[in-house]
């Protein structure tokens, strides 16, 4: 890896160079190292499109990591990575794409992630996107995630999007059974003339199953923001959504939230908020001594923090 | 010390212009406990905000140990020493109570030093210090978390803008032993905007503010035994509204 991938990996999983744990580091579409632990085990699809990772029962709080860097331009790429959790696992799973695009051309990762969480597995999620580059080609990033979480387990899945990529459309579906819950967690801030879009689709399926689904986003400049979130409850389910925007400049934020109860049992709450920094909080930071622009800073920092 | 000369503002209140202050003069002493008491609508709020500047006079000059502040802005006259207290504390989504409390301090507080100032006004300091600043603290928690942040700026001068408004009784009865430990330790000048009887006993100076003016400033041992008396009744506010 030159000095640009190196970077670029530390800000997306947070190391410099291969884990000692299982991984796999995909640099300009293609494998740069690879590698599984006993409990862990990596492959690669026959066709060449991503990988399998398939996880044994039992195997407790261990760790993987899947990063993607492009630092090429005229790079477009479609990559799906299947996720097999076994019965019981408890694991982190560190994602995340950087891209640094200096050239003219575009540059864009479309990763299709798929996990199947066994009964009364626990995964983590983490999923850091950034992108950087002076050139005019675009940093394109489109993140689907497919889940299905079997009786008992819970995903928490911590996504962020603070920087440099102009153009991002992020689906999420989830199937959830008996007694598993997902959480999600999105972070999201564009600026310049960016134009970020989310969907989430949740399907409470199972008996006392439940999804809690919490955006907060800032949307800065010309930049344009969708979020979409819909929740079905099939059972006797609770679920909750909560997007909460602060809108700055000249950019556009939409919330569209749909619950549907399809049981009499099912609990739905959806909650929207988009507005701008408020004027007694800049205040109140000043009266502690920082200037206008600390305090827009320092809000918009801790919102997203 | 802190002098206001001459004092007027005038606010648009959508029918024409409406004189809220007219002709304040007061000087607040180093190391002094002043409150500030009048009828609602009488300008208190407004003369604190002018000592903060968040609100510009319309004519007048404030001095702050002789250097005029008038024409600085709230970032300036923080830095210059002025502390202050909202009467309603203003929530953050996301900043905690420790970012908040370093903020206040200027400087990347430990655990231990932010815990110190919540303890100072009476909290638990482990059930608050990571929690974000937000709707699911109760109206008293989030009052004293915001004297804590005044406390923390270690200010020449603090402003407290009705610390009572909005609490609790219980949680008012433990605030007053805060003012009071405040009072006993005083490290700057303090000024109280403040209705209660607790908060006026503890004062070097009570000043009565009504319709814009200054009626009357005094110590407390000339001005209470009035208040008191005539403060359930119509007389006090038919007295220092006419």
Known sequence: MDKIQSQLLEKIAGIKEAPSNAYNIRVNGGSIGSSSTPNIHISFKEDGTGIDLNIKPNTINEQVHIPVIISQSDLVETVYNDFYIGENAVVTIIAGCGIHNCGNGL???DGIHTFYLGKNSKVTYIEKHYGTGDGNGQRVLNPVTNVFLEDGSYM???????EGVDSTKRITKAEIKDNAKLVIKEKLMTHGNQYASTEFTVDLNGEKSSTNVISRSVAKDDSEQIFLS?????????????????????ARVRAIPEITANHVDASLIHEAAIGKIAGEQ???????GLTEEEAEAQIVNGFLK | MLELRHIYFEADDGLGKKQILKDINLMIEDKSFTVITGPNGGGKSTLAKLIAGIEKPTSGKILLDGQDITNMDITMRAKAGIGFAFQQPVRFKGLTVHDMISLAAEKNLSVEEACGYLSEVGLCAKDYIKRELNASLSGGELKRIEIAMVIARKSMLSVFDEPEAGIDLWSFHSLIKVFEKIRALTRGSIIIISHQERILEIA???????????????????????????????????????
């Open chain 1, 107 to 109: 540059s864009q990762h």
């Open chain 1, 156 to 162: 928490e899945m911590d996504t962020v999007q603070i």
């Open chain 1, 230 to 250: 819909k929740i079905n409850g099939n059972s006797s389910c609770m679920g909750h959504s909560e997007c909460d925007a602060i809108i700055m400049d000249h």
């Open chain 1, 282 to 288: 800049i205040i109140k930071l000043m009266t502690l």
């Open chain 2, 204 to 242: 070097d100076q009570i000043i009565i503010l009504a319709n814009g003016s200054i009626k009357e400033t005094g110590s407390k041992e000339e001005l209470l035994p009035d208040l008191l008396m005539n403060s359930n009744t119509c007389k006090f506010y038919k007295e220092v509204q006419s």
